[in-house]
């Protein structure tokens, strides 16, 4: 997840042929004085293993907090569960970072054997 208020700018993976999964890297933005609220998460995406997902952002405001996924080593396969919060109308980003993996979760990179558009309804995707 991101964290200090931050939020998902951009995502990234590099597939790895001697382990056949995927490192995925998410780019954070970070807000000095906004806050997430109002934070859910999705359904599993994609709904079934073995098949393409798709993750629409629900409504205007919503922005991709950070993301839980779920192995299959049968089929060799993920589901993810997105968190996506709105963020309170203060003061604009500070500051970009480079998440990485950490004990202190600043950063998280997930590893996967897909990679999915990501598109809102109506705005710009992050």
Not at 4 to 20: H, M, P, R, T
Not at 80 to 89: A, E, G, N, S
Not at 116 to 126: F, V, Y
């Amino acid at each position: 997840m991101c964290t200090q208020n931050g939020i998902a700018a951009g995502i990234q993976s590099k597939y790895f042929e001697s382990v056949l999964d995927r490192e995925w890297q998410f780019y954070c933005c970070r807000y000095k004085r906004r806050c997430p609220y109002s934070c859910m998460k999705t359904s599993d995406v994609p709904a079934q293993y073995r098949e393409e997902g798709e993750l629409v952002v629900p409504a205007y405001g919503y922005f991709i907090r950070g993301a839980q996924t779920t192995f299959s080593g049968v089929l060799r396969d993920r589901q993810w569960k997105y968190i996506l919060c709105r963020m309170t109308d203060f003061d604009f980003a500070v500051s970009g970072q480079r998440a990485k993996r950490s004990a202190l979760g600043h950063h998280w990179s997930q590893r996967g054997t897909r990679q999915w558009p990501i598109r809102t309804l109506g705005h710009a995707a992050l």
